[in-house]
């Protein structure tokens, strides 16, 4: 196990956790925090030994979103430094969605209580969401007088279309986990006793396949709605010369042939 300040990392069976470790806070995200977490995806998607990764919460919370305080201090810097400042955070977001979104593995967002604001971005931004039955994701962002800027507006659409995706972000109404499943907001809902075990059962899953296919898979994957049929087909060919060279793809072949029936003797 690695701990920081505010996340940590359990690996097993090449399944890493990654748990938002602020339990006090809801894990709610703060500027270290979200250090923390760009670092720690950046080591996951570069360690071989990790094949696939879990996010959740400790703590009754998966993540409160924002940190408040920390967003009654930006207000409190001169109005001149506001608008840089708060860009400058922006940028630290965006890293931090796209470290997590582009992740050359399958993620999955086990959510394990309240998922609002940034928070409810983070579990979109995954492959997949796993939900407690206690669970709840809130686009919260409207009762603070600020848009979605985790990612919200780009994920969320796809999962549920644009007009209930509109009508979440308008409203920042709080959605149940058994309605998050009817409108494919969530992929599974699970008992809150056996949600992460059976998000790392899950995950184990989906990494059984060759590493490297999956992660070209997802790279073309997450590009789809924004490309034609044509780059898609050229993306695919890439990827496909790349997985030719690929040992894991010489091994299948090969297991495959020698456990090929013989040929039975001519008459």
Not at 71 to 91: V, Y
Not at 239 to 266: M, N, S
């Amino acid at each position: 196990m690695t701990e920081t300040t505010r996340i940590e990392i359990i690996v097993e069976r090449g399944v890493a956790t990654l748990a938002l470790n602020r339990p006090s806070a809801r894990n709610a995200v703060d500027d270290v925090m979200r250090g923390e977490l760009i670092a720690a995806f950046e080591r996951l998607a570069t360690d071989c030994n990790i094949r696939a990764v879990v996010v959740t919460g400790r703590g009754s919370a998966f993540c409160a979103g924002g940190d408040i305080a920390g967003m009654q201090q930006r207000l409190q810097a001169p109005g001149g430094d506001i608008a840089f400042n708060g860009w400058q955070r922006q940028q630290r977001t965006h890293h931090l969605v796209a470290a997590l979104h582009d992740l050359p593995k399958p993620t999955i967002a086990a959510v394990n209580g309240a998922a609002a604001g940034l928070g409810c971005d983070l579990a979109l931004c995954c492959d997949f969401i796993i939900a407690a039955e206690s669970a709840s994701l809130v686009m919260s962002y409207v009762l603070r007088g600020l848009i979605p800027d985790g990612g919200g507006m780009y994920f969320l659409p796809r999962r549920v279309g644009l007009a209930r995706a509109k009508e979440l972000i308008f409203t920042g109404r709080r959605v149940v986990a058994d309605e998050a499943l009817r409108i494919g907001m969530v992929d599974r809902v699970s008992r809150d006793e056996t949600l992460l075990a059976d998000a790392q059962t899950w995950a184990a899953e989906l990494a059984q396949g060759s590493a490297a296919a999956l992660a070209l898979s997802k790279s073309i994957l997450n590009q789809t709605f924004e490309l034609t049929a044509d780059q898609v087909f050229g993306l695919g060919s890439q990827a496909q010369g790349i997985c030719y060279t690929t040992r894991e793809h010489r091994d299948a072949v090969a297991a495959f042939l020698d456990r090929r029936a013989p040929a039975k003797d001519a008459p």
